[in-house]
């Protein structure tokens, strides 16, 4: 059974570039969450969406970031216009449609503004 | 509002010795609590939760964390810890949604 799966795994982009990182939820899930994990901090929540639905994006930037799950496919997590201070390890959850209860993990994105 | 505090920024124990890592929340409505443990350049893996039902929650490798409605703390312990516990190890809680927010973590190290 596989779990949650991200790629890349790491991704470098130099300043004003744009950065996709993508997330395929564990089988049979269908609510996604997004959090972001800056160096030596704890996780912060991004975003929560469900397929061709974003719920909250109370955590995302106002500008520069988006996110979508579409009806076919992975999650997609867009930067655009990257910033040093973007660089952050990005992860990705999810959980099972009856509910948020326990949102398991993949293994994040690192991501690395030049 | 919700939070977490992990008090210890690093937890040292020598193999064998029980370990406690210490968290207490923060909650408006009815706390939903987590651990989950971090390894080098991984993603986290769940340990165990608290929902509702029994104080004391058993979760995985050994684990079992207590939650303590009064001192509003749910710290997780194991009673004999191995070299391979050492990692990076986070609490984290929810209210009546979905939004977990996250302690800044205890890195535990286990010395043999």
């Known amino acids: 059974n596989a779990g949650v799966m991200q790629n890349p795994r790491h991704l470098v982009r130099r300043r004003g570039q744009e950065a996709r990182l993508r997330c395929s939820p564990m089988?049979?899930?269908?609510?996604v969450y997004w959090y972001r994990q800056l160096p030596e901090e704890g996780l912060k929540f991004m975003v929560y969406?469900?397929?061709?639905?974003?719920?909250?994006e109370s955590g995302m930037p106002k500008e520069r970031f988006s996110a979508e799950f579409p009806k076919e496919g992975p999650s997609i997590l867009r930067i655009q216009q990257v910033v040093r201070g973007d660089s952050a390890a990005y992860f990705c959850?999810?959980?099972?449609?009856?509910?948020?209860?326990?949102?398991?993990f993949g293994p994040g994105t690192r991501l690395t503004v030049l | 509002a919700q939070s977490v505090a992990q008090p210890e920024d690093q937890v040292n124990v020598a193999e064998g010795n029980p370990l406690t890592v210490k968290c207490t929340y923060s909650?408006?409505?009815?706390?939903?609590l987590f651990w989950y443990v971090q390894y080098p350049n991984r993603g986290l893996q769940f340990l165990l939760k608290?929902?509702?039902?029994?104080?004391l929650v058993k979760g995985s490798y050994g684990f079992e964390a207590e939650f303590n409605k009064s001192q509003t703390s749910f710290h997780l312990k194991k009673p004999s810890a191995l070299v391979s516990d050492s990692a990076l190890y986070f609490c984290?809680?929810?209210?009546?949604?979905?939004?977990?927010?996250f302690g800044a973590g205890t890195t535990v190290t286990v010395r043999a």
């Open positions: 959850a999810s959980s099972p449609p009856q509910g948020p209860d326990t949102q398991y």
């Open positions: 089988k049979g899930h269908s609510h």
């Open positions: 969406l469900q397929k061709e639905n974003i719920i909250d």
């Open positions: 909650v408006s409505g009815n706390p939903y």
């Open positions: 608290y929902i509702t039902g029994d104080n």
């Open positions: 984290a809680v929810r209210d009546d949604d979905y939004k977990l927010s």
